[in-house]
């Protein structure tokens, strides 16, 4: 353990140490967990090992249960799941948040949403703490200077059962964001090149802090889209230093602290951030006005360019990534030498725990304002919890997808994954607002690309991928 | 949990880099509410098509790999989603050891937690064993988890690192829920530490 009077820490040394309940003399630590959530896919077989060994939820109170992955979107949920194993698995949920007295809320609640979406907006995830939940993309939450990570079901069930976590400590890294965004760059944008300069396991071992000008400059819903994704850079955890912006974002939510102890949980937050002179193991340096509008063309998030760019041959790559970019081309129905913005799409996906929140639904809908979605081009538009529908309702926004030619859903992760009925058909091509082009991620054989929503916005209604500046110069 | 001792197996090679979660277990197999049984759907899209008939060229429905324990994978095996379905799938098969340059974090905790060891070499070891695996299943590789060794049919041998903690846990197949029980009491002196310095918590 690093001597916090004389060795100055970085933010993730910090909060690691104000959480170790033991450390054994391998350097292992048994770490608290401040908050834990759950969702219906990775916690069944946990809580039936509860039951088995007759085990109790440790602290109910710091955990916080919601069905997100397999809930179906169109608004006839309310009449029932017809997926018998998707009702199966959130019935499982239901029951399992009652036994344990676990904080739910059900399908049909309007806090209901994707659990990354929800955690914040009810005040559950706060500066300094710890957040786990058996989801990779828990690293959202390190947007409020918070160290959250995603866990396998065993951890789950390790976590609801003693409240702690055994770890090793991971490395430091450092990603620095200089300078300022051009316009039409977006929080995705930016995520997107950063993968793909340090590649998706470039974080591997490390927990990252996202710094610099342009981190600071974004909100809060534009940090989370940055953290989420720091897992699919191989990171474990991203982390923002929590500073006004947070406070103003976290001050009020049902659950985050008030009056007397507001004031003293401020004062402690405003302790992190990395000391001045602290050791990072590895540090990457971007500039923001060398970033782009950034799409990506393959099957790894890695596979980003962009929009200026063409797509690249096998033999551009460094010999244990040629066949892997070989078949990644394959599989996307792509020609080398391709202009970007000569791939046509059927499909736009706007949604998800990247990119599922209000700020992200306005971008959208600002440049769908008065447009329509090109013949031939299906769009979906999923918020990501009933709270940000509610809220872009009374926006008038939803009418501006509807207008446009887009379904307006209820919350889920939705066609994210494709756990539900929202899938691509074989070869079906979508600009999508989410996190993962793996193969068949989005449905069997279907094909990603990701980007922002602006982007996804303008490629829907130009019926190809487009650079959202032009467009926006030529449809002023 | 089965404990890991040593493990003398074929090993099937996997030469792709970051062969995800995804891949190893699609996503329409984890709305099981039991952790056995993926095995027949492991690494479902590359191993089957629409129809489910076997495709003849994955390494997995070839003859002299159908009955594989070990995989030699290219870099950064197992990255993506979180799901502890990837390793209950490859352990249903009887996959107990995946040998790579580098994994994903979470896939590599959570393969300690199934009784499978995930080896990390440098890619000059994953070179010879790679081509060692693709000799077919007169090549069997030998584990040793108590001296950290991977050995190849020919008898060349390398050795790996390992966090001791991990080690002994899988050596005696400890459940370590169990063993941080043990430790209650220091947790619940944390808690009380920590009800009165950030009591909002």
Redesign the interface.
């Known amino acids: 353990m690093t001597n916090p009077e004389i060795t100055p820490r970085t933010l993730y040394d910090k909060i690691w140490d104000a959480h170790v309940?033991?450390r054994?003399e391998?350097g292992?630590c048994?770490l608290?967990i401040?908050r834990h959530l759950v969702h219906e896919?990775?916690s069944?077989?946990a809580f039936?090992g509860l039951r088995m060994?007759g085990?109790k939820v440790?602290a109910p109170e710091r955990t916080i249960a919601v069905p997100d992955?397999?809930v179906p979107t169109t608004l006839d949920r309310q009449n029932g799941i017809e997926?018998e194993?998707?009702r199966?698995?959130v019935d499982?949920l239901d029951r399992n948040a009652r036994d344990f007295g676990v904080e739910y809320y059900p399908v049909n609640d309007i806090r209901q949403g994707i659990v990354h979406i929800v955690g914040p907006e009810q005040g559950w995830t706060?500066p300094?703490?710890t957040v786990v939940c058996?989801?990779?993309h828990?690293a959202t939450h390190g947007a409020f200077g918070a160290l959250a990570?995603?866990?396998?079901?065993?951890?789950v069930?390790?976590v609801l059962?003693?409240?702690?976590l055994?770890q090793?400590k991971?490395k430091n890294m450092k990603v620095e964001i200089t300078g300022r965004l051009a316009p039409g760059v977006t929080a995705k944008d930016v995520v997107l090149a950063i993968i793909a300069e340090t590649g998706?396991?470039g974080g591997?071992?490390h927990v990252i802090e996202y710094c610099g000008e342009v981190i600071r400059n974004l909100s809060m819903e534009g940090r989370m889209t940055i953290c989420n994704m720091a897992?699919e850079g191989?990171a474990?955890a991203g982390l923002i230093a929590p500073d006004e912006t947070t406070f103003e974002y976290v001050r009020g939510r049902p659950h985050a602290?008030k009056g007397a102890?507001?004031e003293?949980?401020l004062a402690?937050w405003k302790t992190l951030h990395s000391d001045e002179g602290a050791h990072f193991d590895k540090i990457v340096t971007l500039r923001g006005e060398d970033i782009a509008p950034t799409v990506t063309w393959g099957t790894?998030p890695?596979d980003a360019l962009p929009i200026t760019a063409t797509v690249p041959a096998p033999e551009d790559f460094q010999a244990?990534?040629v066949?892997?970019a070989r078949?990644s081309l394959e599989y996307m129905g792509l020609k080398p030498g391709t202009k970007l913005t000569d791939i046509a799409i059927d499909a736009v996906f706007i949604g998800s725990c990247t990119n599922g929140r209000i700020e992200d639904l306005r971008a959208a809908a600002d440049v769908l304002r008065g447009r329509k979605l090109a013949a031939n081009v299906r769009g979906m538009v999923v918020p990501g919890s009933g709270l940000v529908r509610a809220q872009a309702e009374e926006e008038g926004l939803d009418q501006i997808f509807i207008d446009a030619g887009f379904e307006w859903r209820l919350a889920g992760c939705s066609m994210c994954?494709?756990?539900n009925p929202d899938q691509l058909a074989p070869e079906e091509r979508c600009a999508a607002t989410s996190n993962?082009n793996?193969?068949?991620?989005q449905g069997?054989k279907g094909r990603t690309h990701l980007m922002s929503p602006t982007m996804a916005a303008a490629a829907g209604v130009a019926g190809h991928l487009v650079d959202v500046r032009e467009f926006a110069a030529e449809n002023a | 949990m089965d404990k890991f001792t040593t493990l003398t197996g074929i090993a099937a090679p996997m030469p792709l880099v970051n062969i995800d979660t995804d891949m190893i277990i699609p996503k329409q197999f984890l709305k099981t509410i039991k952790r056995t049984g993926l095995g027949v759907n492991l690494f479902d899209e590359m191993r089957y098509d629409r129809e489910g008939r076997e495709l003849p060229n994955f390494v997995l429905n070839q003859p002299a790999y159908r009955d594989a324990q070990i995989l030699v994978a290219g870099d950064n095996f197992g990255c993506g989603s979180s799901r502890e379905h990837a390793p209950w799938a490859l352990l249903d098969f009887g996959i107990r050891c995946v040998i790579s340059t580098s994994f994903a974090d979470i896939f590599f905790n959570n393969c300690f937690k199934n009784g499978i060891l995930p080896i990390t070499l440098p890619q000059e070891a994953i070179d010879a064993l790679m081509e060692d695996a693709r000799k077919g299943a007169n090549a069997r590789m030998t584990v040793d988890l108590e001296n950290q060794t991977v050995s190849s049919s020919d008898g060349q041998e390398f050795h790996f690192d390992i966090d001791p903690f991990r080690k002994h846990c899988l050596l005696n197949g400890l459940d370590d829920i169990g063993l941080t029980m043990e430790k209650a009491g220091a947790i619940d002196s944390y808690e009380t530490q920590m009800a009165q310095a950030r009591p909002w918590v």
Do not use: C
């Open positions: 309940v033991d054994s391998s292992t048994l608290y401040d896919v990775t069944p077989q039936e060994t085990r440790h992955h397999n997926n194993e998707s199966i698995q499982a706060l300094g703490m058996g989801d990779s828990t990570h995603g866990i396998g079901t065993s951890e069930e390790h059962a003693t409240q702690t055994i090793s991971s998706t396991a591997t071992g897992i191989g474990r602290p102890q507001w003293a949980a402690w790894s890695e244990g990534k066949d892997a078949r994954l494709g756990m993962r793996f193969e068949g991620r069997y």
